[in-house]
């Protein structure tokens, strides 16, 4: 059994600007307004009018499925290669921005093609170039901050979240929500190109904010492509048991998030009789939204100075109670203040689980290691709406028109569950919670 490696953040102890900590989690914000806008409409908008209804979930189902493959294969290909570039100035820069820049060829293209094997592929090649983009911008919270201030920074990151989704909504409610049929397609492309806009233009403010760690400059530029190849090995990673039942646990637990979202759109229509489905899906995302917003700070905190663990099994359970009143729910109302239930439980969870992630990997190797974490963000989305969308699919044909929905949202509820039972077995490293 390899031995779990050490944390590399210790004698780190330089305390973080307002800059650093902006440098190292907005990217986030335009982020998830680019992934709010594509994954609660924009693919489902595309779905409709391309395939036939009685198959629009296993459509879904096998968009995601493709897309969420390529983005893992990227990723752990993208991170190791960026721990490996030994020149400071672009190993975490270069891959930020080109990945960024050339993800605009994709999104152009996946917005104008009238057929559904183009759409796929068009989708693909948008999920690899974010996520070289993402590869190398998320090793910068364990490259650069101690492991006493990953709490507040990953608080940060998903206050830029939490945000960016509810602009994204905000965004779909005054461009999508009061349009005719006709004109919702030109709609979605100008906003989605917007949003990517906006994602590359933070893209390169990140690269004036940051400053890596003087050590990050130190790698020798000899036997490049030997430090690569060696570099792909994960034995490393697999060998790592705390960090490994720590991503079991996150798989499952954005299994049930992810789970949910992409069916969010249909279940509001076909479920709660909704007459206004963009307004009303938006309106209960930020419900949501607002629920997380009360958590995401006081978690971060508490992350800092108590067990991260414990954190996470507390909020998974509040999560759980709000998926399980979801799930029953027949009314908007009372989806509207499951969702904010749920929200403040997920709010919490994504507050504290990256700040234990972080703590957990050697810095030395932080994007390699947060590129496998990377993969219990991506792989649920492919897994859950795939089988989501034929468990959709089927209830909807056997049991009426809109049960399909309330089955998938018993799934997630089953997938928090599973996933906060699994966190027990990851031991905390107590220097890195003390500051190191």
Known sequence: ????????????????????????????????????????????????????????????????????????????VVGPISDTLPWSAIRRRLPLIMGTLFAFFPVYLFLHTGRFDVLVLNFALLQFAINCAAASFQALIPDILPGSKHGIASAYMAMWALIGNLAGMAICIVFLGRISVHATELALSAIIFCSWLLLFIVAILTAVLIK?????????????????????????????????????????????????????????????????????????????ICGSAISIFPAGKLADKYSKRMIIFFSCSIAIFGGIIFVCANSKVLA?????????????????????????????????????????????????????????????????????????????????????????????????????
């Open 212 to 288: 890596e760690s003087a050590r990050e400059a130190e790698r020798k530029t000899t036997r490049f492509i030997g430090q690569i190849l060696s570099a792909m090995n994960f034995k490393d990673v697999i060998g790592h048991r705390s960090f490994m039942w720590l991503f079991a646990s996150r798989f499952l637990i954005q299994m049930g998030v992810y789970g949910s979202i992409p069916f969010l759109r249909w279940y509001v229509r076909d479920t709660l009789f909704s007459e206004k489905v963009v307004f009303d899906t938006a309106i209960i995302g930020i419900c949501a």
């Open 1 to 76: 059994m390899l031995r779990e490696p050490k944390s590399g953040n210790m004698g780190h102890k330089a305390e973080p600007t307002l800059r650093t900590l902006l440098g190292v989690t907005l990217w986030w914000l335009p982020f998830n307004i680019f992934w709010s806008i594509l994954l609660v409409h924009g693919l489902q908008i595309r779905i409709e009018g391309l395939v036939e209804e009685w198959v629009v979930g296993r459509a879904l189902g096998w968009l995601n499925f493709i897309g969420a493959l390529v983005s893992t294969l990227t990723q752990l």
């Open 336 to 436: 509207m203040i499951a969702a904010a239930i749920l929200g403040a439980g997920f709010g919490a969870f994504s507050a504290v689980d990256w700040a234990l992630a972080c703590n957990l990997v050697p810095r030395e190797w932080a994007a390699k290691f947060m590129a496998v974490f990377h993969i219990a963000f991506t792989l649920p989305q492919a897994t859950s709406s795939f089988i989501g969308g034929f468990v959709g699919d089927f209830g909807n044909q056997v049991l009426g028109k809109g049960v399909g929905w309330r089955l998938v949202f018993v799934m997630c509820v089953i997938y928090f569950a599973i996933g906060s039972w699994m966190i027990r077995n990851v031991r905390e490293r107590q220097e890195n919670q003390n500051g190191g």
